[in-house]
């Protein structure tokens, strides 16, 4: 099977793997116990902290473990708002193309009487500065926006907007889930206050992540109690930590090498689908975007039947429509980006990773070949 589904998670690397399976066995104390095995769990915590903070260039004590990007972008939104209601700001601006549990939030945070505007995105997929400008105003405590979409891979312009959210005295928070590990941005390198990331989309583990909070924002913790400096209560994850900075210290040693391989391998990617027939067509392409992502349509081959039809032909990828009672929902990405919803049903995502070979991809196009030129050239026909 190739897969090519590293934006929904990654294959956790032989080395998260083998550090969490030795913390499961030795480091299994807890590391608030003031006793010797409690002491050498508390300074491995310690020892991770700062191994994951060199990789996102931050400072150990900017840094909090949390469960996950879900959990570091609800403590950075309830957070930051919190704040910002201490200096008379009470509004939320968001993108409209935002992860759906953040989506989520902003809905119950409306229902609860909170003013959330959602700025919009252009038909390539990149985001409207211009809306940006007029709804970034003096009343706003928290700006929030991913680093780049998962769905399309474009990057979001985060140095205008941190511009745009500074100049008015708001936070800015990235959800840079999507950037490890595909992207050179660091934490020390931006101007943003709160940076939020998670161990499962950079072959760590799921359910383990972080919260950078910038040093001397006394951000509100999500939930009380006395770990993480107050800041996150709960017993710490460690395996799953340590699993976290064991994958961050493998991502940074080949992140430049990474970066041009993934590079590679999207343009034969691409390269190879679109000369198959001018029915395919790949979204964001003229925008900046993540090494690893491309979001394409197969003329309007429903995503649920060329999802089915890859598998069979040993390839997993999937696509930005939602599930739910109702049935399939079209992805509010490309909704969002102006798609008709028929259009936006046809959609999937390939997303590669480092373990991804060339031939994986040379099989990807020949397996599009077989499996979905012939229902391409029916629909051809039929449109005729
Ligand atoms: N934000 C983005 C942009 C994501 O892609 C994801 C994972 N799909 C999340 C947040 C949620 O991350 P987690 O699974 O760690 O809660």
């Not at 909170?114 to 809306?131: C, E, M, N, R, Y």
């Not at 900046?288 to 040993?314: I, K, Y």
């Not at 397996?367 to 051809?380: F, I, R, S």
Request: hydrophobic residues 45%; neutral net charge; aromatic residues 2%.
């Amino acid at each position: 099977m190739i897969y090519l589904d590293h934006n929904a998670t990654t294959r956790p690397c032989p080395e998260a793997i083998e550090e969490m399976q030795d913390a499961l066995r030795t480091l299994w104390a807890n590391p608030s116990s003031t006793h010797t095995a409690g002491q050498a769990a508390r300074g491995a915590l310690a020892d991770a902290r700062t191994r994951v903070a060199r990789f996102l260039g931050c400072q150990g004590t900017e840094l909090v473990f949390t469960s996950g990007a879900t959990e570091a972008n609800h403590m950075a939104v309830l957070g930051g708002l919190a704040l910002g209601r201490t200096r008379g700001r009470t509004r939320l601006v968001l993108s409209c193309i935002e992860h759906p549990a953040m989506l989520a939030l902003a809905q119950r945070l409306r229902a609860e009487g909170t003013i959330v505007d959602l700025i919009p995105v252009q038909a390539d997929g990149s985001l409207d500065l211009a809306a940006a400008e007029r709804l970034i105003g003096a009343d706003v405590a928290l700006v929030s926006v991913m680093g780049a979409n998962n769905e399309t891979g474009v990057c979001m312009p985060l140095a205008a907007l941190e511009q745009l959210a500074h100049a008015v005295g708001a936070l800015m928070h990235v959800d840079a889930t999507q950037l490890a590990g595909r992207s050179e941005q660091r934490f020390d390198a931006s101007g943003a206050d709160l940076w939020s990331i998670s161990a499962h989309k950079l072959h760590g583990p799921k359910g383990v992540g972080a919260l950078v909070v910038r040093k001397g924002l006394s951000l509100p913790a999500l939930l009380c109690g006395r770990q993480e400096r107050q800041r996150r209560g709960g017993t710490e994850n460690l395996p799953g930590i340590l699993g976290f900075a064991a994958a961050a210290e493998r991502a940074s040693l080949t992140l430049a090498a990474d970066l041009l391989h993934l590079q590679d391998l999207q343009a034969r990617l691409e390269r190879g689908l679109l000369a198959l027939s001018p029915q395919v067509q790949v979204y964001g392409r003229s925008c900046q975007r993540l090494p690893n992502t491309s979001c394409l349509r197969f003329g309007l081959l429903d995503a649920d039947r060329v999802l089915a039809r890859l598998e069979r032909a040993g390839v997993l990828a999937s696509s930005g429509a939602a599930c739910s009672a109702g049935g399939t929902q079209p992805s509010h990405v490309l909704l969002a980006m102006g798609e008709s919803p028929e259009r936006a049903k046809a959609a999937i995502r390939l997303s590669t990773g480092r373990d991804t070979r060339a031939e994986d991809i040379e099989q990807v196009i020949a397996a599009v070949t077989g499996a979905l030129l012939p229902l391409l050239a029916d629909e051809a026909l039929a449109a005729a």
